[in-house]
T-cell receptor, first 114, second 116 residues
Framework: DSGVTQTPKHLITATGQRVTLRCSPR?????VYWYQQSLDQGLQFLIQ???????AKGNILERFSAQQFPDLHSELNLSSLELGDSALYFC?????????????FGPGTRLTVL | AQKITQTQPGMFVQEKEAVTLDCTYD???????LFWYKQPSSGEMIFLIY??????QNATEGRYSLNFQKARKSANLVISASQLGDSAMYFC?????????????FGPGTSLSVIP
């Protein structure tokens, strides 16, 4: 158990819908990362927050947005869902910003868009 | 642009033998970090080992060691004394520290199967 929690574990929805994925980082970790893992794209870095502020953006679509709240939990919002958004979405946390700060991954949320 | 290449889609190793998983990378960032992660069939991502581009020594963590050859831009993972529980997907990842700060990219992964 990494100490990172993600809810829900599974999510099935229809095209055009909007969903919210939630992540609680490990106690004491200030940095949260979101990743998408799909069969065709592999693992893709989406976005990073540090202590409530957006820190880095990767291959995140405009239909997707995220935020980190004062209690450090984070939410990833996916809207106007398409079939291709079906994937495993991981949240990871680390204590700081340094590259050598180990990232601890949550169990993931498996999103299926029908 | 940054890129990670893992040329071995699948590997087999006999239990108790050592195995090397290849990773080559490309970056223009003068400073970066390299990581290896393990993803068992259950799906979770497990951090294994980290190597900084300016680290003088190769990183080691228990049965895992990283064969870092900066001039060749390679960061191969060596697993010694393979165990059945090592069967999993293994991902090499890189994170820039300067020009590509905080951007993390992953390779396509290598599937390792440990044979009893």
């Amino acid at each position: 158990d990494s100490g990172v929690t993600q809810t829900p574990k599974h999510l099935i929805t229809a095209t055009g819908q909007r969903v919210t994925l939630r992540c609680s980082p490990r106690s004491g970790d200030l940095s949260v990362y979101w990743y998408q893992q799909s069969l065709d794209q592999g693992l893709q870095f989406l976005i990073q927050y540090y202590n409530g502020e957006e820190r880095a953006k990767g291959n995140i679509l405009e239909r997707f947005s995220a935020q980190q709240f004062p209690d450090l939990h984070s939410e990833l919002n996916l809207s106007s869902l398409e079939l291709g958004d079906s994937a495993l979405y991981f949240c990871a946390s680390s204590v700081g910003l340094a590259a050598y700060n180990e990232q601890f991954f949550g169990p993931g949320t498996r999103l299926t868009v029908l | 642009a940054q890129k990670i290449t893992q040329t071995q889609p699948g590997m087999f190793v006999q239990e108790k033998e050592a195995v090397t998983l290849d990773c080559t990378y490309d970056t223009s960032d003068p400073s970066y970090g390299l990581f290896w992660y393990k993803q068992p069939s259950s799906g979770e991502m497990i951090f294994l080992i980290y190597q900084g581009s300016y680290d003088q020594q190769n990183a080691t963590e228990g049965r895992y060691s990283l064969n870092f050859q900066k001039a060749r831009k390679s960061a191969n993972l060596v697993i010694s004394a393979s165990q059945l529980g090592d069967s999993a997907m293994y991902f090499c990842a890189m994170r820039g520290m300067e020009t590509s700060y905080d951007k993390v990219i992953f390779g396509p992964g290598t599937s390792l199967s440990v044979i009893p």
